[in-house]
Nanobody, 111 residues
Framework: VQLVESGGGLVQAGGSLRLSCAASGILFSVNPMNWFRQAPGNQREFVARITAGGSTKYADSVKGRFTISRDNAKKTVYLQMNSLKPEDTAVYYC??????WGQGTQVTVSS
């Protein structure tokens, strides 16, 4: 299984970014996909989840600002992040099948 994130960067507060995670080595269309994040000095925390059927779940801290989606044809999961805040600064990780993680992509939100 390989998960490759992209789309991170530096953005001002209030701005937007879209993260992508391209998956290979799994039956992508039948598996739920997750986004987590880890800020310096903090534990890795759940951000968002999308099931094979398209149902979504979000952490309270991002609800209403972030949107997770998937394109099964491209084997890619996305995280659209709007109204970004400095506290969203973290390394964002894609996760599948509990044990598989991408390398992470850095998101930095300046105030």
């Amino acid at each position: 299984v390989q998960l490759v994130e992209s789309g991170g960067g530096l953005v001002q507060a209030g701005g937007s970014l879209r993260l992508s995670c391209a998956a290979s080595g799994i039956l992508f269309s039948v598996n739920p996909m997750n986004w987590f994040r880890q800020a310096p000095g903090n534990q890795r925390e759940f951000v968002a989840r999308i099931t094979a059927g398209g149902s979504t779940k979000y952490a309270d801290s991002v609800k209403g600002r972030f949107t997770i989606s998937r394109d099964n044809a491209k084997k890619t999961v996305y995280l659209q992040m709007n109204s970004l805040k400095p506290e969203d600064t973290a390394v964002y990780y894609c996760n599948a099948l509990t044990d598989f993680w991408g390398q992470g992509t850095q998101v930095t939100v300046s105030s």
